[in-house]
């Protein structure tokens, strides 16, 4: 399934996932972060990128979260409402309300993701006609910084044909499992940086972002990925706070009811 794509006349959209009702840190998007909350400063990252040429919320229809909602309507965010469990149906739904060309997935507990890392993605992804392209496969960027680019086409078969729990509420692991069919690029560091966990999904995680922010936040810019491993490096004792979660705990949790449902 291979093309090639230009960046030119192309409706490059960055749909952010992102709902309220966390059960390991509920209502976390709506944290304060250097006097902002937690959606706000995923965007603001996302603001500096130069390839993207739109950015949409995609939340759902669940009253838990109409405060998501209100959010992006008062600060001008265009929002997508869909399905609380079936995300892949809220998002095939919210990349053909925009009609996007090229699709970039990041998620609502990534304050820290970096443009510059993205845009970097998408120029990987467009040079070399990838069908998928994320620096997660294998993972060499920290936990928080995931980053998926993938054509419409590839979403709209995952979207037709994924069956499975994992593959509904996580959206690309049916064109991750099938490289049969689409032709899938991997981004990666010269030096693994994979250990450091800078994901938004528990309360500690949420006591070491903070901690970076207020270190590194500055009005009317980004925060660096560069500048974060340089603060970690010289403060290794902050990475114990969060050392001992697991990376994709709620994903494994996905295939654990998978195994259950196919006994």
């Given amino acids: 399934m291979e093309q090639e794509i ?12 992102a709902r309220m009702s966390s059960s390991r840190l509920p209502s976390k998007m709506m944290l304060v972060l250097s006097g902002k909350p937690v959606i706000e400063q995923v965007f603001n990252q996302l603001s500096f990128s130069k390839n993207i040429t739109h950015k949409v919320l995609a939340t759902s229809v669940d ?31 919210a990349v053909k309300n925009c009609k ?66 994992s593959e509904r509420e996580h959206v690309t692991p049916y064109i991750r499992n ?21 994901t938004l999904d528990n309360k500690e995680d949420y006591i070491l972002i903070s901690n970076i922010f207020e270190k590194l936040y500055k009005e009317n810019s980004f925060i660096k990925l560069e500048s974060v491993i340089k603060y970690l490096s010289e403060n290794p004792e902050l990475c114990t706070i969060n050392n001992h979660l697991q990376r994709n705990e709620g994903y494994k949790k996905s295939l654990e009811l998978d195994k259950r449902n196919n006994k």
């Fill in 100 to 165: 996007a060309d090229i699709i970039i997935r990041v998620t609502g507990d990534c304050p820290l993701i970096d443009p510059d890392v993205m845009d970097r993605i998408i120029d990987l992804h467009l040079e070399n006609g990838y069908d998928y392209t994320s620096n997660a496969n294998p993972p060499t960027f920290p936990d928080g910084y995931d980053v998926e680019v993938m054509n419409f086409l590839p979403l709209e078969i995952a979207w037709k044909d994924a069956k499975l729990i």
């Fill in 63 to 93: 009253l838990t979260d109409d405060e998501l909602y209100n959010w992006a309507l008062k600060n001008d965010i265009d929002c997508f409402r869909g399905s609380l469990n079936d995300v892949l149906d809220r998002y095939y739904s």
């Fill in 178 to 198: 099938h490289k049969e069919l689409f032709k899938i690029g991997n981004y990666e560091t010269e030096k693994n940086y994979s250990h450091y966990r800078l």
């Fill in 6 to 17: 230009s960046k030119s006349n192309l409706n490059i959209v960055c749909i952010v996932q």
